[in-house]
């Protein structure tokens, strides 16, 4: 009679053979640090990467707290940093702290702190920003304001009719 050991049971120290690696995995290279940009340094939370010829259409995105558009997105977003590539292509609402735009932006574009628009970026529409940084050769047009609270239109003056003195 043949005795089965357990399927689930310990492993005995002398049977674990740990592998031995015939060459050592090579390290993953850091960018210099001047290139990595403010906002990616400082990002840790939720991050959503729009690849290259993907296209994002029709979508509210939410509890996100970095996008980046490689390809083509047409959405509403309320998020912390936004990050459009030079193939990248954003089309409709965003309210952000910072936008770093190296391709296009068209639409709603509210910056509460700072918008850096490189020379490659097109940013158009309705735009408001905290502060504004534009590389040479970088395109800016379109409704803009500085600050980020929306501007009460000043009410018109009442003209009283003056009454001849007789």
């Known amino acids: ?13 002398e049977s674990f053979q740990p ?4 060459a050592p995995a090579p390290m993953p290279t850091q960018p210099p640090p001047s290139v990595v940009s403010p906002a990616a340094a400082g990002s840790a939370g939720s991050k959503l990467t729009v690849g290259p010829n993907i296209k994002l259409k ?15 997105v047409e959405a509403t977003m309320d998020s912390r940093v936004i990050q459009i590539s030079e193939e990248g292509a954003f089309r409709g609402s965003a ?3 910072i936008a770093e735009i190296r391709g296009s932006f068209d639409g709603s574009l509210t910056v509460r702190q700072k918008l850096v628009i490189f020379s490659t970026g097109k940013v158009s529409g309705k735009i408001r920003y905290g502060k504004l940084v534009v590389e040479e050769g970088g395109q800016l047009s379109g409704e803009i304001d500085v600050g980020t609270s929306v501007r009460a ?7 009283e009719p003056v009454s001849a003195a007789a």
């Open 58 to 72: 029709g979508v509210e995105i939410t509890d996100c707290d970095t996008l980046v558009v490689e390809g083509t």
């Open 153 to 159: 239109a000043p009410k018109p003056r009442q003209v």
């Open 95 to 97: 309210e952000i702290d």
């Open 19 to 22: 592998r031995h690696a015939s």
């Open 1 to 13: 009679m043949a005795v089965q050991t357990p399927f689930f049971g310990k492993r005995e120290p």
